[in-house]
């Protein structure tokens, strides 16, 4: 049975996350507060932020500045977006 969540961003029931997907509190609170749907969009969008600003993992800033942005995109603020990138059309 899939494991429903209250998701932050979409603010519905939706199916939840199979494991926390950072270490410690923070993980704790995305796995119980995130839907699976909203953890890929962020992932997607990650992906792209890490390219477009040729971010190192390997950085704290880096690093800050991803958690910054994630915390934003599952909240429903203004986030980081790729420059230029049109989502496409369903």
Known sequence: ????VFCRKYKQELPGLLAPPLPG?????????????????????QTMLINEHRL??????????????????????????AEGYIPPSS
């Open 1 to 4: 049975m899939t494991r429903l």
């Open 25 to 45: 509190q923070v993980g704790k609170d995305l796995y119980e507060n995130v839907s699976e749907k909203a953890w890929k969009e962020w992932q997607s969008n």
């Open 56 to 81: 190192s993992l390997m950085e704290p800033d880096s690093r800050k500045f991803l958690m910054k942005e994630m915390h934003r995109f599952l909240e429903n603020e203004e986030y980081a977006r």
